[in-house]
C-alpha cells in the first residue's frame, strides 16, 4: 500500500518505529526549470526529486499506492491533515471538525475556497468525494476506509455532516486524512468512473499546496505552488518542484551521487546506500516509519484453495503455516538487506502501541528462527503429501531492486527439506496493482506504508470482509472485533482487542509478515527537511534550497 496520518493517537512512540521510505538529497543546482513560475510560493529555489515509484492514477478513487499518494498529498485539499513533524491530525481546509453525536461527524469548512481552475470548493464537493468514492469501489482503490460510512450530506455550503454506521468511531477523523479522502472536483471528475490523469490536469482540479503545471505520467511532473491554499499547512517553500520518475534503482542512485537531482524519494537497495554513504556530498540520517514487506495468499487460487480441484481448507491452512515455520527472517534482513531492515513477527509495526508478536512463539523454533521438523509436522498433520508447488509473484521496480534477492532467499528457504517448488514470477507494478486483484497470483508480495500512525491501519484494510487485498479472506469473528476495537473509548480494552485480532489473524495467516524497515534519509548541505515527517507523508512543501 498504501502510506500517511494518525488515527487514535494511542501514545504511539515515533522513535521506537522502523520504516523504508528512503529519501536521499544531493546537491542539484537548478533553479529554474519548466512549466512554473513562483506564484503563492515564499521565494525558494527550484527542487528537483528523483522516484522509481510510479503512479497508477491521479484519480483517488482509482489508486491505492505510495507513488499515486506521494501526488495527491501535493495536489489535493484534505479536511483533515497532520502538521509538519507531528503525526496529530487536525482540521485543514476545515475550520472545526468534532462528533456532535456518537454517529454524526460535523465538519465547517472555511470560507472562500477554490479549485486552482476558479471552481468554488464547497460542502457540496466534500460530498460528491466521498459519494464516489463509495460507487466507484474501485478494487484497487482505497474505498475500504470508508466502510463505517453510511452516508454525507451538505446542509449547508461550508457545513458536511458524516454519518457513520458505528458510532464513536476513534478512526473516523483519521480517515479524513488518508488516500480515502481527498476533496476533488464534481465539474472535472466523473461521479461512477475513475477519471484519467489528462483530464484532471487539464482541468486544473487542484487545491491543495500545488497544482501540476506539466504532467508525462511516469516521466516527469513539475508543480508551482497553488497561491488559492488555504490550508493549515502554510504555503510552499519552493517556488517550483520537477519530479523526475527513473525506470530504475540504479539511474536514480547515479543521478543523486552525481548530484543531478537534489533529493531521491524511494527506492534505492541497501547496497547502494552503503556506497552513497561514502559520498562526501550527502548525509545519511534515520527517521521514523512503519513500512512492513509480507507476503499474500489468495484464499482462493493458492494450494488447496477454494477454486482449485483439490480445495481444502485444512491443508491450504497448513500449506500457510507451512510456510511460517520455514522462512527465516533474520537471515532476509542481514544477507540481502544488511539490517536497513529488521525482521517483523507481528501484523502491526514493531513499536506501534498494541503491536504484539504472535508470529515469533506460533511458528517456526519459536524463538524467531525456522523450523523445518514443524514445517513437516503441520503438514503431515493435514494429509498433505509430496512437495507443494506454490507460484510466488513479486515486484521489483516499486519495492525496489533488492526484491529478487529477497524472494530468491525466501524460495531457496521454502523448498528446504523439499517440502514446496516454489515457482518465482516478476511483473512491472503498473500490470502487477491490477492481477493482484484479479485472482491471477496465488501467492505474492506486497508492502504497507501506513495511511495514520494506529494499529487498525494494520489491522481493518488487510482483514475485514472485503479488505483491500481481495484475497478471500472472510471471517466474521476478525471483522466483528476490528469494529469493535475502532469504536472502544477505552485504551486497556482497546489494546486487549487488538492483541486478540493479531493473535486470530496470527493463525489464520491470510498475510504472511517478514520484515520491518528502517527510514533512511541521505541529505545534501544545501537541501533542508527532505525527509519524512512523523505523519508517513512525504512532501514537497518543506524542501528548500
Known sequence: MSFHSTRGRLGLAIGALGATALVLAGCATSSTGGGGGSTGGSGGSTITVGTTDKITFLDPAGSYDNGSF???????????????????????????????????????LKKG??????????????????????????????????SNLASTEAPD????????????????????????????????????KVTDDDTI??????AGQYE????????????????????????????????????????????????DIDVAFRSLSATDTADLSKNKKVKIVEGPGGEIR??????????????????????????????????????????????????????????????????KSMYGDGNGGPSLDKAKKVLSDAGVTGPITLNLQYNGDHYGPSSGDEYAAIKAQLEQGGLFTVNLQSTEWTQYSKDRVADVYPAYQLGWFPDYSDADNYLSPFFTTDNFLKNHYDNSAVNDLIVKSQTETDKDKRM????????????????LPLLQGKQIAVTGADVKGATLDASFKFRYAPLSK
Open 70 to 108: 506521494a501526488v495527491m498529498n501535493q495536489v489535493y485539499p484534505f479536511l483533515m491533515n497532520s502538521k509538519y513533524g507531528t503525526a496529530e491530525v487536525t482540521p485543514d481546509i476545515a475550520e472545526s471538525a468534532e462528533f456532535t453525536s456518537p454517529t454524526e461527524y460535523t465538519v465547517k
Open 113 to 146: 475556497l477554490k479549485f486552482a481552475n476558479g471552481d468554488p470548493l464547497t460542502s457540496a464537493s466534500v460530498k460528491f468525494s466521498f459519494d464516489r468514492q463509495l460507487k466507484i469501489n474501485d478494487p484497487a482503490g482505497p474505498a475500504v476506509l470508508l
Open 157 to 192: 455550503p461550508t457545513t458536511v455532516v458524516f454519518t457513520l454506521k458505528n458510532g464513536n468511531d476513534q478512526i473516523w477523523p483519521l480517515i479524513l486524512s488518508s488516500p480515502a479522502a481527498p476533496i476533488v472536483d464534481e465539474k472535472v471528475f466523473s461521479a461512477d
Open 201 to 206: 490536469v487539464k482541468g486544473k482540479a487542484f
Open 212 to 259: 501540476i503545471t506539466d504532467y508525462k505520467k511516469n516521466q516527469l511532473i513539475s508543480y508551482k505552488p497553488y497561491a488559492g491554499y488555504q490550508g493549515e499547512l502554510g504555503k510552499a517553500a519552493n517556488s517550483q518542484v520537477n519530479v523526475k520518475y527513473f525506470a530504475d534503482a540504479s539511474n536514480l542512485k547515479l543521478a543523486i551521487g552525481n548530484g
Open 294 to 359: 509480507y507476503i499474500v495468499f489468495n484464499f482462493n487460487t493458492m494450494p488447496f484453495g477454494a477454486t482449485t480441484p483439490e480445495a481444502d481448507p485444512a491443508k491450504a491452512q497448513a500449506v500457510r503455516q507451512a510456510a511460517a515455520d520455514l522462512v527465516d527472517r533474520a537471515a532476509i534482513a542481514k544477507d540481502v538487506y544488511k539490517d536497513t531492515y529488521s525482521p517483523l513477527y507481528s501484523f502491526v509495526a514493531d513499536g506501534m502501541s498494541g503491536a504484539t508478536t504472535p508470529l
Open 496 to 511: 486487549a482487542d487488538l492483541a486478540q485480532i493479531q493473535d486470530m489473524v496470527a493463525k489464520d495467516l491470510s498475510t
